[in-house]
């Protein structure tokens, strides 16, 4: 009797960590299933990292990417409480990248970085900067371009 209660203690034991295991590791196919489920769960700089990643292998300069990444970097709030102390956010990083990518010898590299900045800039109310970025892209037909050109003026 005590052998078997013994043993079934065990099983129950090892279910629950091969549960625990499984749920607080959950697995991905592809990286859009990874970024759904870092927004769903509110895990936006998992996703902003991601955004990243799948922009310095992506070879066709996708604007949507750079839309995402900026967007969910700016889903972190400025500032979070945790234990005793504050953590803010650290924008330098993807200003620098979006900077980085401006600067380039690609036409294309340059618009997506100044867009990048001036998205960059328009989250941060910094509208004439922002602005400033906007005007630079050679490419006027660029993806979000124009939309954020009128948000800027709406919020002006």
């Not at 549960?19 to 700089?45: C, G, M, R, W």
């Not at 969910?72 to 005793?84: Q, V």
């Amino acid at each position: 009797m005590k052998k078997s209660v013994i043993i079934v203690i065990g099983v129950l034991i090892s279910v629950v960590i091969l549960v625990n295991i499984v749920i607080n590791n959950p697995t991905f196919q592809n990286h859009e299933d990874l970024i759904k489920y870092a927004i769903k769960s509110k895990q936006y700089s998992l996703a902003e990292d991601t955004y990243k990643h799948l922009i310095e292998i992506d070879s066709t300069n996708n604007i949507d990417l750079c839309y995402e990444h900026l967007t969910s970097h700016f889903s972190i709030p400025k500032e979070t409480r945790k234990d005793n102390h504050s953590e803010i956010r650290n924008d330098d990083d993807i200003n620098y990248f979006y900077k980085k990518k401006s600067k380039l010898n690609v036409q294309e590299q340059q618009d997506i970085g100044h867009y990048g900045l001036g998205l960059y800039y328009s989250f941060q109310d910094n509208y004439e900067f922002a602005l400033d970025h906007f005007g630079k892209i050679k490419n006027k037909n660029l993806k979000y371009l124009n939309t954020s050109i009128g948000n800027i003026s709406k919020e002006k």
